[in-house]
């Protein structure tokens, strides 16, 4: 079916609010939003977007006047060590698929002798303490390329800029649905776990419990009831999108494994085929596994299954899995930093 010019097929603009709004508005969209032969599934974002409408301008896929097309910058280090990375897919450029991602050196398995994630992690947590805080501006931005991959599709790069200072607009170039720029905080709120900056989240505790506790004092029950899943969520999206320092990364991966409910995979592997240890929770609509890994704690992706079907959207058992390729930090928003 053709949907109308610069909107989202309806499941996707749901899913997009929950990520945006880190599920304040987890009830499926009244609004019918649609684009062109845009693809179905999830589209993840960055946290907190107040009113969808006016802070996701949804713009036609290429580079309209006054919205330049990415450019790149030597010099920007990589916060993510990578092989060169895939097309991004859209309008007939050539996808990748599982078994072409590129070959990013992976990470062991969990460690000789451990069957807990929780004893990975808190060796994990040791290592990342000795790691080098990256040196950030808070005028810049947060640069991550992620591979993603719906059912049935190839897997294709989602490129994304998020402002440090967790104000100013940011950018994201969606193989599916184009390019779109968003307000992080159009609705003037203060600063915390849904509008973050950079700097809030570096003084986060690096205790897990401790963050754990502080999550739910922010966030004491989700949409549907679920305290539990909202702690998760949170985690969730935080690891997916924003930049953490080691020591606050490795307690958000503790905090995780901590979340009642949650079980483990020891034996992940995500979408480029790294291995790492996965954690796993189920909600009302989905089952979520953040793939971690074993031994720095750093996220490496997901890998999400639907569980009930909206009007118009996936069925059943449809499934979306990321994989971070890159990370690095530019000084503007499309600015693409060298390899």
């Given at each position: 079916?053709?949907?109308?010019?610069?909107?989202?097929?309806?499941?996707?603009?749901?899913?997009?609010?929950?990520?945006l709004?880190?599920e304040?508005?987890?009830?499926?969209?009244?609004?019918?939003?649609?684009?062109?032969?845009?693809?179905?599934?999830?589209?993840?974002?960055?946290?907190?977007?107040v009113g969808?409408?006016?802070?996701?301008?949804?713009?036609?896929?290429?580079?309209?006047?006054?919205?330049?097309?990415p450019?790149?910058?030597?010099?920007a280090?990589?916060?993510?060590?990578?092989?060169?990375t895939?097309?991004?897919?859209?309008?007939?450029?050539?996808?990748?698929?599982?078994?072409?991602a590129?070959?990013i050196p992976?990470?062991?398995?969990?460690?000789a002798?451990?069957?807990d994630?929780?004893q990975?992690?808190?060796?994990?947590?040791?290592a990342?303490?000795?790691k080098?805080?990256p040196?950030?501006d808070?005028?810049?931005?947060?640069?991550?390329e992620?591979?993603?991959?719906?059912?049935?599709?190839?897997?294709?790069?989602?490129?994304e800029?998020?402002?440090?200072?967790?104000?100013?607009d940011?950018?994201?170039?969606?193989p599916h649905?184009?390019?779109?720029s968003?307000?992080?905080?159009?609705?003037?709120?203060?600063?915390?776990?849904?509008?973050?900056?950079?700097?809030?989240?570096?003084?986060?505790?690096?205790?897990?419990q401790?963050?754990?506790?502080?999550?739910?004092?922010?966030?004491p029950?989700?949409?549907d009831?679920?305290?539990?899943?909202?702690?998760?969520r949170?985690?969730?999206?935080?690891?997916?999108?924003q930049?953490?320092?080691?020591?606050?990364?490795?307690?958000?991966?503790?905090?995780?494994?901590?979340?009642p409910?949650?079980?483990?995979d020891?034996?992940?592997?995500?979408?480029?085929?790294?291995?790492?240890?996965?954690?796993?929770?189920?909600?009302?609509?989905?089952?979520?596994?953040?793939?971690?890994?074993?031994?720095?704690?750093e996220?490496?992706g997901?890998?999400?299954?639907?569980?009930?079907?909206?009007?118009?959207g996936?069925?059943?058992?449809?499934t979306?899995?990321?994989?971070v390729?890159?990370?690095?930090?530019?000084?503007?928003a499309g600015?693409?930093?060298?390899?």
């Open positions: 079916m053709n949907h109308e010019p610069g909107t989202l097929p309806a499941d996707r603009e749901r899913l997009l609010k929950e990520h709004m880190n304040i508005a987890r009830d499926h969209a009244t609004t019918a939003a649609r684009r062109p032969r845009r693809r179905r599934g999830w589209l993840v974002a960055p946290p907190l977007v969808l409408a006016a802070a996701v301008a949804l713009l036609a896929t290429g580079h309209p006047a006054g919205d330049p097309a450019t790149t910058r030597a010099g280090a990589p916060l993510f060590p990578t092989s060169a895939p097309s991004t897919c859209p309008d007939g450029t050539a996808p990748t698929d599982r078994a072409s590129p070959a992976a990470p062991g398995s969990a460690p002798g451990v069957t994630a929780r990975a992690f808190a060796a994990a947590a040791q990342a303490a000795s080098p805080v040196q950030v808070g005028s810049q931005f947060l640069y991550s992620t591979l993603q991959r719906f059912s049935g599709e190839d897997a294709c790069v989602r490129r800029w998020i402002a440090l200072d967790g104000r100013t940011g950018v994201i170039i969606d649905n184009g390019r779109m968003f307000s992080p905080n159009s609705g003037g709120l203060p600063t915390g776990l849904l509008v973050p900056n950079h700097a809030y989240l570096a003084a986060l505790p690096t205790d897990p401790a963050l754990l506790e502080q999550i739910r004092a922010q966030h029950e989700g949409g009831g679920d305290a539990d899943g909202a702690a998760f949170v985690i969730s999206n935080l690891v997916s999108t930049l953490l320092t080691p020591r606050v990364a490795a307690a958000f991966c503790q905090a995780a494994a901590a979340v409910g949650a079980t483990f020891l034996a992940a592997v995500d979408l480029t085929g790294r291995h790492g240890i996965g954690v796993i929770r189920a909600d009302a609509t989905d089952r979520t596994e953040l793939i971690f890994d074993p031994h720095s704690c996220y490496l997901s890998h999400s299954v639907r569980l009930v079907t909206f009007e118009g996936d069925p059943v058992g449809a979306f899995d990321t994989a390729l890159r990370r690095a930090v530019t000084d503007k600015e693409v930093p060298a390899p």
